[in-house]
């Protein structure tokens, strides 16, 4: 396990720790696929980790639209940041099915990302926009 429970701080919106959640899920099980080889699973894995980021970060920035939420602009820009580093690896994944890019990309670029995300800005967002 990548990511264990309660290593993604919960802020005040319960709609976006459920999302955290579901993608903290879908990291983990991805990882574990990428861990042991199995590169189907892992491949619509990764189709599926590409769609549930856009959602996610899509919901949220509309959520924040709504709310007239101060910090959007640098908050969506963190997305767009993660969106493009997250595409990069999926289109060298496609081409190449390197488990271990992929899983480095986890470990050290992902998941640091998704903790700290969580506690400045989504914690900061979720406390404006409220429950």
């Given at each position: 396990?990548?990511?264990?429970?309660?290593?993604?701080?919960?802020?005040?919106?319960?709609?976006?720790?459920?999302?955290?959640?579901?993608?903290?899920?879908?990291?983990?099980?991805?990882?574990?696929?990428?861990?042991?080889?199995?590169?189907?699973?892992?491949?619509?894995?990764?189709?599926?980790?590409?769609?549930?980021?856009?959602?996610?970060?899509?919901?949220?920035?509309?959520?924040m639209?709504?709310?007239?939420?101060?910090?959007?602009?640098?908050?969506?820009?963190?997305?767009d940041?993660?969106?493009?580093?997250?595409?990069?690896?999926?289109?060298?994944?496609?081409?190449?099915?390197?488990?271990?890019?992929?899983?480095?990309?986890?470990?050290?670029?992902?998941?640091?990302?998704?903790?700290?995300?969580?506690?400045?800005?989504?914690?900061?967002?979720?406390?404006?926009?409220?429950?």
């Amino acid at each position: 396990m990548l990511v264990k429970p309660g290593q993604i701080q919960k802020v005040a919106n319960m709609f976006m720790n459920a999302v955290h959640e579901d993608e903290i899920d879908l990291i983990n099980e991805l990882y574990e696929k990428l861990k042991v080889g199995d590169l189907d699973e892992a491949d619509k894995l990764m189709d599926e980790l590409l769609v549930d980021l856009e959602d996610h970060f899509s919901m949220e920035e509309e959520l924040m639209k709504e709310a007239d939420f101060f910090g959007y602009p640098m908050h969506k820009a963190e997305h767009d940041n993660m969106r493009k580093d997250f595409k990069k690896v999926y289109d060298e994944w496609k081409k190449e099915k390197s488990p271990r890019k992929v899983m480095t990309f986890l470990e050290e670029k992902l998941v640091p990302w998704l903790k700290l995300h969580v506690a400045q800005w989504d914690s900061v967002t979720a406390m404006h926009i409220g429950d």
